[in-house]
């Protein structure tokens, strides 16, 4: 009995010999004496380890070390001797704090990307292309009504635009190899400014093929050619949707313009200017640009359904008191999410995540009632919908609710999410909410349950 | 700080009287230090003179040595000998049993457990080295060899020590465990 007693001894230090395994399981099996003392064993260490964990340093005592040595007194989540409530906040805050320098470096980098010195100087040599452009002439092209939206600058109907997108045209760039944009790259103030420098140097160039343009008309005069109208009749372009503007005449079109008409020049040594021009306006579309350009960049036009990933942390605490410790991993307490945003107000996705979740349960085992806890860490994944309730005014701030249904290796797992989105520009967003969970676990034919509240953060980035 | 490992902060706390590597040490170690003092000593207020001179010692200690290879034992070596002085000062040199378990200033939801509150009776009737070696070995989570190079005295006695405090701790709650076993 002794020997059997030293190798469940050695059994708890974990050093007992594999070879000497078999007998004292086998032992175990059939000694009813020997489980009892097993048991008693382990119920003696389980309450050793609880012991050991409650006996931490109180706060008082913390500081009274630290001050003798002329130190200031540690944050209470960073030395183990802080227990009690100051022990939970900290930490808490701590974590806390991770999420709000990430989404503040986010927005930064957003910030810096927007407005940076290369996206500037490539939109100011922008308009270099749309003017180069123009000089390939064309008597029947199709040109876009934003020119004379945001920017007021000279639609020509002479010029040609080899891409109808009115954001190149806006602010296309001719050296940038860059190349062409997308109406929805183009959403945020330095765009904006960017059109609007086209808009100068396109007047700038208008001045310079006016003057000449008059050398050529002096040219035909002396030529004794019938003179091209120097006064063309000004078009207005209105901003109605679904419009089209055609206009066939001998004379050039030119849009009205507070600065100047654009009038084609003749080239060197023709002597006969073709003067039919065609020009379209493609109002549909280019209204949507026009209202990318003049509204904020928070309020852009996102076409829906659109992708979404985004990836969150949680700090949530649970409301079922357990004395052991975490089980965690490096990747516990982040989630991330697949989600498919059917319209402004409704999207459906996924989500996937780890978390540990306290669990004390009560079950029988031959005959005892023994009390289990436990903090394991689990995968959990399951299905969303969100509810975006819309703007909050003219920010960018969208609240919402989202409500999860999934499941993890324990049991079914439900949470309810209210947070508000931050989108400040581009596809990036960012959440910030209050969340409820519940895991449901099942044990010996009867059901518990674990619930968590806390603070959940995260960005998302949208295709 | 987190990624140096004891020595490197102990060799900070040296060189540039770091009060972080300081705090950082204090971090991982204050448990253990608590622990043994609350355990071994059973009094409170001991407990808490001790714990405060040991981790004076520690930082003061450090002028004395350009590198340490195992801090915690070092740091458990001088809370144990001041330990023993106090113990050796203190004419009793016995628990004070009643003042361990109701002190109104030891607020510890543990304390509620009556298992927790008969063990830690049982363990203030075990001889001194039985205790020691036991509050070494499941309290502070020394090795076996650890705990003899700390007491300066053989592994297997070490063992022994351990196997004997487990035995007699079981011993002494073995009717409050049948009784247990019993509901």
Known sequence: ?463 | MSEYSDSELYALMRAEHSEDAFGELYARLSANVFAYCMRVLGSYDQAHDIFQETFLRLYQSAERHAELENVRSYTLTICRNLCLNEKKRSAAGAVEFDELLYNPGVTREADRSEMMQLITMAMELLPHDMREAFVLREYDGLTYIEISEMLNIKLDTVKVRVFRARQKIKEILEPYLNELSKD
Not at chain 1, 4 to 26: R, Y
Not at chain 1, 68 to 75: E, I, N, S, T
Not at chain 1, 334 to 356: K, M, Q, R, T, Y
């Open chain 1, 1 to 463: 009995m002794v020997q059997h007693s030293t190798w469940i001894n050695d059994l708890l230090d974990g050093e007992l010999n594999t070879h000497d395994e078999p007998s004292l399981f086998g032992e175990l099996s059939v000694n009813a004496d020997l489980r009892t003392e097993f048991k008693q064993q382990l119920a003696i260490r389980s309450a050793v380890q609880h012991d050991r964990m409650a006996l931490v340093p109180p706060a008082h005592l913390t500081k009274t070390v630290f001050s003798g040595l002329g130190f200031a007194a540690p944050m209470a989540g960073a030395a183990a001797g802080t227990a009690g409530g100051s022990g939970f906040i900290v930490p808490w805050l701590m974590k806390l704090g991770l999420p709000i320098l990430s989404a503040a470096a986010a927005v930064g980098v957003t910030m810096a990307v927007s407005s940076s010195p290369d996206n500037m100087q490539s939109a100011n040599t922008r308009p270099n292309q749309t003017t180069s452009s123009s000089e390939t002439a064309s008597s029947n092209q199709t040109a876009s009504s934003n020119q004379t939206a945001s920017s007021n600058q000279t639609a020509s109907p002479n010029q040609t635009s080899e891409n109808n997108s009115p954001s190149q045209n806006l602010s296309g760039s001719g050296t940038d190899a860059q190349g062409a944009r997308t109406d929805s790259e183009i959403r945020s103030t330095a765009d904006v400014q960017a059109a609007e420098a086209a808009a100068e140097a396109l007047r700038r160039e208008n001045r310079r093929l006016r003057g000449a343009l008059a050398n050529a008309q002096n040219e035909l005069d002396a030529a004794n050619e019938p003179p091209v109208d120097p006064s063309p009749n000004p078009v207005m372009i209105p901003p109605v949707k679904n419009a089209s503007i055609s206009k066939t005449s001998n004379s050039p079109v030119t849009a009205v313009n507070d600065d100047a008409q654009y009038e084609r020049p003749a080239p060197m040594g023709v002597s006969t200017v073709a003067l039919t021009n065609t020009m379209t306006f493609d109002n549909t579309r280019d209204l949507q640009s026009i209202e990318t350009q003049i509204m904020p960049a928070t309020m852009v036009y996102t076409p829906y359904p659109s992708f979404m990933v985004q990836v969150r942390g949680f700090t949530a605490s649970s409301l079922t008191d357990v004395n052991v410790p975490d089980q965690g991993n490096w990747y516990q307490d982040v989630g991330i999410a697949f989600i498919n945003e059917l319209s402004p107000n409704h999207a459906v996705g996924i989500e996937l995540g780890s978390e540990s979740f306290a669990q004390v349960f009560e079950g029988g085992r031959n005959g005892q009632t023994i009390r289990y806890e436990q903090r394991p860490n689990t995968m959990w994944w399951g299905a969303l919908y969100r509810y975006s309730f819309g703007s909050l005014g003219k920010t960018a701030f969208t609240p919402f609710a989202q409500a999860l249904a999934g499941g993890t290796q324990y049991g079914p797992l439900g949470r309810l999410t209210g947070g508000i989105q931050y989108s400040p520009t581009g596809p990036l967003s960012f959440i910030l909410g209050f969340e409820g969970t519940v895991l449901a676990y099942k044990f010996q034919d009867q059901w518990f349950t674990s619930p968590k509240l806390g603070m959940t953060y995260g960005m998302a980035v949208r295709f």
